[in-house]
């Protein structure tokens, strides 16, 4: 049991590392937001979590969020790093737990559109009641500036609402399908070398 344990530690220490390190290659979609960058560090949480459980995604998570917050610190007085655990919490444990419950591939693609609307609803409570908060009260802004912004690379945006429809929606809807989708193809490949280990 405490070789199991220790093995499992070992597993969610090493996903966290490399979801950390996938934070490195992060890339924008400028016409969707000039704030958000994608990255694929959901990745690992997600495989992670269907070997490990939800608490072993919530170590990958934390571990993640631990080392940025050591080797990169923080500009965003830890608003910025608050979001992100809550989006990858948002998005990877409704996954899993419904994968726990219905352990086939249709379960698995059941799960992670659950996820990923719990992961959309999120990103859009998360930016308008933390994220966008912080920089207005930082920088002095008001929410046009912050819309402004947005226009600025999107001209469907004018208004909160529509920034929310044309720029953190489809920004998150499309971060969360596109490791969907990886998630699907890989998941069975990487996760049984894992077990084998845990075993």
């Not at 379960?107 to 999120?122: E, F, N």
């Not at 802004?141 to 208004?159: K, L």
């Amino acid at each position: 049991m405490k070789r199991t344990t220790t093995r499992r530690l070992s597993i969610a220490a090493m996903m966290g590392a490399v979801a950390f390190v996938l934070m490195y290659f992060s890339f924008p979609i400028p016409i969707l937001s000039p704030f958000a960058e994608f990255d694929f560090s959901y990745l690992p949480e997600l495989i992670g979590g269907y070997v490990l459980g939800p608490a072993g995604a919530v170590q990958i998570i934390g571990l993640k969020i631990l080392l940025k917050l050591v080797f990169k610190g923080t500009s965003t007085m830890l608003t910025g790093e608050l979001q992100k655990f809550m989006l990858s919490c948002a998005y990877v444990l409704p996954a899993v737990l419904y994968y726990r419950r219905h352990r086939t591939r249709r379960g698995a693609a059941i799960g992670l559109v659950i996820g990923t609307v719990v992961g959309v609803l999120t990103a859009i409570a998360t930016n308008l009641f933390i994220t966008f908060p912080f920089y207005i009260k930082l920088y002095g802004m008001n929410w046009q500036g912050i819309v402004d912004m947005c226009s600025a690379v999107n001209p469907w945006i004018d208004d909160v609402p529509t920034m929310v429809a044309f720029s953190i929606v489809p920004f998150n809807l499309i971060s969360m399908t596109v490791i969907s989708i990886i998630a699907m193809l890989v998941y069975k490949k990487i996760s049984v070398p894992l077990k084998k280990f845990i075993q």
